[in-house]
């Protein structure tokens, strides 16, 4: 059986000519994005093509990003919702978030978009209380790490019978496999990838793409 294949530059742009579908306004903001000093936050475009992508798979209406950043996979899913969808997206930083308004606003999405500022696990804690358990069709995390098991936990009862959470990260760079590692993000990782195995809740998949990506469907 042949192991995974090494993602050489050239073989990441040859994936990019042959499948990355990529409008100006997203393009424009990825490069914006580039020359940040936090540019590493940067979701991959394939990979924002692919919760566009599982959207459409899952028939999701209400998405839940928890960290925004610069806006770039917020808008790649809201460009996907069907008519009266809407991603509800929450981020700590004003600077970052800035940027992603004025894009959503050049895309012409923002109608579809509601950011939440402030802690991430205060603002789950409120969308438990004003919309509900099971308001959320699909949940991407991509924030903080060592907070991970937290918000998996919220999110799951966010999540409606069937939905979807997205986990970034979850591989971090190799350290979940590295024992000497023993930082907080890097327990945050372990300990969601651990409680992701354990958790008869859902289905789940690990595909070694970009940092790591987890699919759990809620059973």
């Known amino acids: 059986m042949r192991d995974q294949i090494d ?20 393009a424009e903001l990825r490069a914006e994005t580039a020359a940040l000093p936090d540019r590493i ?4 475009p394939e990979e924002a ?14 998405v839940l990003e928890v960290g925004t950043f610069t806006g770039y996979s917020s808008l790649r899913m809201a460009q996907t919702l069907p008519a009266g969808g809407q991603v509800v ?22 109608d579809r978009i509601e950011l ?13 209380v004003e919309r509900g358990p099971g308001s959320m069709d699909l949940v991407f995390i991509d924030a903080d790490k060592s907070h991970y098991p937290e918000y998996y936990e919220k999110s799951l009862a966010l999540t409606r019978q069937g939905g979807l959470i997205v986990l970034d990260n979850t591989l971090w760079s190799g350290r ?4 000497a590692v ?7 990782v372990r300990r969601v990838n651990e409680t992701l195995l354990r958790d008869e809740r859902v289905d789940l998949s690990m595909l070694p793409m970009a940092d790591g990506v987890t699919l759990a469907r809620k059973r």
């Open 89 to 110: 997206t929450c981020d700590i930083s004003e600077e970052w978030t800035a940027m992603a308004r004025r894009a959503w606003a050049k895309a012409g999405v923002a």
């Open 182 to 188: 023993q930082d907080a993000d890097t327990l945050g």
């Open 7 to 26: 993602f050489t530059p050239e073989l990441l742009d040859y994936v990019r000519e042959f499948s990355l579908r990529e409008d100006p306004v997203l």
């Open 49 to 62: 093509q692919l919760l566009a992508l599982l959207i459409g798979l899952t028939g999701a209406r209400t």
């Open 116 to 128: 939440r500022l402030g802690d991430a696990v205060r603002t789950l804690d409120a969308l438990l």
């Open 41 to 44: 936050m940067q979701i991959l």
């Open 176 to 179: 979940v496999a590295d024992a």
